[in-house]
């Protein structure tokens, strides 16, 4: 967590994250079995999104606890997601643990990502009335399909898909529509109208934007304290960042392919993309993108939930970590 000025804002996000875990736990101790691979999957992270589930519902008027369900729904998809993103990148880290398929290898992580995505339907389809269960779940069900898309998208990127505008949905897609979902979840299970569970929807896909745009600015400038800096070149992955370099006229990053980047090549594309000012340019692009965040959220009353929600749209993303 971060800390907060206001007192009563600081103890509900302490309050919420604490009671989240001890659901969470609840929840890896009612599986029949498998429970050291459930565990080890589930306890680690900033609990961004289910903790914004909650902060949704209890910033609308509702009572935050009976977004629970929803909450953990989120956190299984995403940690689902993830499994299957350190695969398909070859990553053997995952805040500051070893990888799901390092641990146990790729066949066990695979199905355990099956197991949560179908788990996370499986509950919203239970833990509501049946019409409220309906439109929760169109919405989650929304929100996995454009996730799958921008997966995709990020390791087999299109032609068509290189421009600055088309790697920001991108990021959208992947990154920002799981904490999109997350907030409206909560919205929708508090009550609230659709004006302002969308509003809540598009602060939350903003927000997570947002921090995927600082997340490559951190890869770049090898600020990441996890990989080394400039793996996103190294892999030949299209970021934002990349695209604004391109725009640019960089020759370095315009003739760019996966083989040239090793080396003294991987060094020159780097030192390319940060004389093209693509650092610059994405710490701006993060900002606005949280200036527009802040800005739904006004039409919100006065709240210690909403307090928690403003403070993520400054120096509380990076302690969270979407």
Same mark, same amino acid.
């Given at each position: ?22 659901? #969470? ?5 009612? +599986? ?19 903790? &914004? ?8 008027? /509702? ?53 949560? +995505? ?13 019409? @409220?269960?309906?439109?929760? @779940? %169109? ?55 659709? /004006? ?5 929807? %598009? ?14 600015? %951190? ?16 892999? &030949?992955?299209?970021?934002? #960042? ?13 003739? %760019? ?42 039409? @919100? ?22």
């Amino acid at each position: 967590m971060f800390d907060l000025a206001d007192p009563q804002a600081q103890a509900l996000a302490d309050e919420l994250r604490e009671s989240f875990e001890d659901a #969470l736990q609840a929840y890896i101790s009612a +599986w029949p079995s498998h429970h050291e691979i459930g565990t080890y999957a589930l306890t680690t992270g900033h609990r961004t999104r289910p903790v &914004g589930c909650l902060l949704a519902c209890a910033a609308v008027g /509702g009572a935050w606890p009976t977004a629970m369900q929803a909450a953990i729904a989120v956190e299984l998809v995403h940690k689902s997601s993830v499994i299957r993103d350190d695969i398909a990148d070859d990553d053997d880290m995952r805040s500051g643990h070893r990888a799901v398929h390092a641990q146990f290898g790729v066949p066990v992580a695979l199905a355990l990502s099956d197991r949560l +995505w179908s788990d996370a339907f499986s509950s919203i389809a239970k833990a509501f009335d049946p019409e @409220l269960s309906s439109r929760c @779940l %169109r919405g989650l069900t929304d929100a996995t399909h454009e996730m799958a898309l921008g997966q995709l998208e990020d390791i087999a990127p299109s032609p068509h898909m290189s421009g600055l505008r088309s790697r920001l949905l991108v990021n959208e897609r992947k990154t920002g529509v799981l904490a999109q979902i997350a907030c409206w979840l909560g919205a929708v299970v508090g009550g609230a109208d659709s /004006g302002r569970a969308d509003a809540l929807g %598009r602060y939350g896909r903003r927000l997570g934007t947002a921090f995927q745009v600082l997340n490559d600015v %951190r890869n770049l400038s090898g600020l990441e304290d996890q990989r080394p800096a400039a793996t996103d070149i190294r892999d &030949g992955r299209e970021t934002v #960042l990349t695209a604004y370099a391109r725009s640019e006229a960089n020759r370095f990053v315009a003739d %760019r392919s996966r083989e040239s980047y090793a080396g003294d090549d991987l060094g020159a594309v780097r030192r390319a993309m940060l004389d093209a000012g693509a650092d610059d340019f994405g710490e701006s692009l993060a900002a606005d993108l949280m200036r527009q965040a802040r800005a739904e959220l006004a039409q @919100l009353t006065s709240s210690p939930a909403r307090d928690v929600l403003v403070a993520l749209t400054t120096d509380g993303l990076l302690s969270f970590a979407f």
